[in-house]
T-cell receptor, first 112, second 114 residues
Framework: EDQVTQSPEALRLQEGESSSLNCSYT??????LFWYRQDPGKGPEFLFT???AGEEKEKERLKATLTKKESFLHITAPKPEDSATYLC?????????????FGTGTLLAVQP | ETGVTQSPTHLIKTRGQQVTLRCSSQ?????VSWYQQALGQGPQFIFQ???????GRGNFPPRFSGLQFPNYSSELNVNALELDDSALYLC?????????????FGPGTRLLVL
C-alpha cells in the first residue's frame, strides 16, 4: 500500500537552531516528491519538487534532498517566521490522475 | 499567491444539508483536484477533473460529486452532510494530469457541520 510517513510530528526549535524533517515513503513508481508549507487555516504553499534520488533543491534557509526511500527538509538557522506545518507528498507513475498522497505533516515552532 | 481562488472561505451547515464549494483554477491550468483535510491530518484526494470530465476518484462516497466548467473552474458538491465532513476543503490546479507539474493550492474552504 502506498504510504507517506513524516517525522517528527512536532518540533520546537530555538531561533538559529538548525534541524531536519524526515519524509519516508513507500510507493510503486515515484513520479515526484513534493514539499509544501501550510500556515494555520490556509492552503498548502509549494516549496520544492524532487524527481530522482540524489537530487537537492534549496530556497533561502530550506534545503530538500531525496533518496530512494526518504526525503529530508533541512532548515538552517530558522527564524520565527519559519513556524508552520511542513507537508510531504508523493506522486506515482501511471494512472489517469496526478493525485498527491500526503503525509500528516510536521508542525514546526521556532521560538525567538 | 497562486492564482487559485476558492469560495466561500467559511461555511456552517447542519447534518443532512447539501453544500456547494467553488474553485477557480490558475490561468493556463485545465486540471482541478479536490482534497479534504481534517484537523491535524494531511490532505486526502477526493477526485480530479480534466477537461470537464472526472478522471479519477479517491475513497469517498458518491454523495461527494463535482463539476468542471468550460473555463476550467470547478464545483464540489456534498449531499447529506455528516458531522465527519467537517474539514478544510482544498482545490488544486495543474496544467495536465499526465505531467509532473506542480499542483498549486487555493486558500481552502473551512466547512463546519453541526
Amino acid at each position: 500500500e502506498d504510504q507517506v510517513t513524516q517525522s517528527p510530528e512536532a518540533l520546537r526549535l530555538q531561533e538559529g537552531e538548525s534541524s531536519s524533517l524526515n519524509c519516508s515513503y513507500t510507493v510503486s513508481g515515484l513520479r515526484g516528491l513534493f514539499w509544501y508549507r501550510q500556515d494555520p487555516g490556509k492552503g498548502p504553499e509549494f516549496l520544492f519538487t524532487l524527481y530522482s534520488a540524489g537530487e537537492e533543491k534549496e530556497k533561502e534557509r530550506l534545503k530538500a534532498t531525496l533518496t530512494k526511500k526518504e526525503s529530508f527538509l533541512h532548515i538552517t538557522a530558522p527564524k520565527p517566521e519559519d513556524s508552520a506545518t511542513y507537508l510531504c507528498a508523493v506522486q506515482k507513475h501511471g494512472g489517469a490522475t496526478n493525485k498527491l498522497i500526503f503525509g500528516t505533516g510536521t508542525l514546526l515552532a521556532v521560538q525567538p | 499567491e497562486t492564482g487559485v481562488t476558492q469560495s466561500p472561505t467559511h461555511l456552517i451547515k447542519t447534518r443532512g444539508q447539501q453544500v456547494t464549494l467553488r474553485c477557480s483554477s490558475q490561468s493556463g491550468h485545465n486540471t482541478v483536484s479536490w482534497y479534504q483535510q481534517a484537523l491535524g491530518q494531511g490532505p486526502q484526494f477526493i477526485f480530479q477533473y480534466y477537461r470537464e470530465e472526472e478522471n479519477g476518484r479517491g475513497n469517498f462516497p458518491p454523495r461527494f460529486s463535482g463539476l468542471q466548467f468550460p473555463n476550467y473552474s470547478s464545483e464540489l458538491n456534498v449531499n447529506a452532510l455528516e458531522l465527519d465532513d467537517s474539514a478544510l476543503y482544498l482545490c488544486a490546479s495543474s496544467p495536465d494530469p499526465g505531467s509532473r507539474e506542480t499542483q498549486y493550492f487555493g486558500p481552502g474552504t473551512r466547512l463546519l457541520v453541526l
